[in-house]
Nanobody, 125 residues
């Protein structure tokens, strides 16, 4: 079992930055791929970014490439999402997720087993 707790959300003006954190407890953190998803009001949850167990490989949703960066610190059992140049359309509840893998990186919601409770990000125009 893995417990995930997100933090760092808040209200920011368009063009601003936020850094989300997701602290994990439970199993060996370094064995898990980690992802960030988001859900805007009235929309389905969507993939944002994911990172492999070593931190060497990552994937991003096209609309956040160049603005968001996912990273992890296995010593601190924490994954981060640095969000720059935020836009109003980035407004959503952001969730982190974890999945035990042998190297592949999940990018679909159904591929993740463990989920956090989410943190709200609101970008004002």
């Amino acid at each position: 079992q893995v417990q995930l707790v997100e933090s760092g959300g808040g209200l920011v003006q368009a063009g601003g930055s936020l850094r989300l954190s997701c602290a994990a407890s439970g199993r060996t953190f370094s064995n898990y791929a980690l992802g960030w998803f988001r859900q805007a009001p009235g929309k389905e949850r969507e993939f944002v970014a994911a990172i492999g167990w070593s931190g060497d490989n990552s994937y991003y949703k096209d609309s956040v490439k160049g603005r968001f960066t996912i990273s992890r610190d296995n010593a601190k059992n924490t994954v981060y999402l640095q969000m720059n140049s935020l836009k109003p359309e980035d407004t959503a509840v952001y969730y982190c997720a974890a999945q035990l893998t042998t190297g592949w990186i999940p990018v679909f919601e159904y591929q993740y087993i463990y989920w956090g409770q989410g943190t709200q990000v609101t970008v004002s125009s």
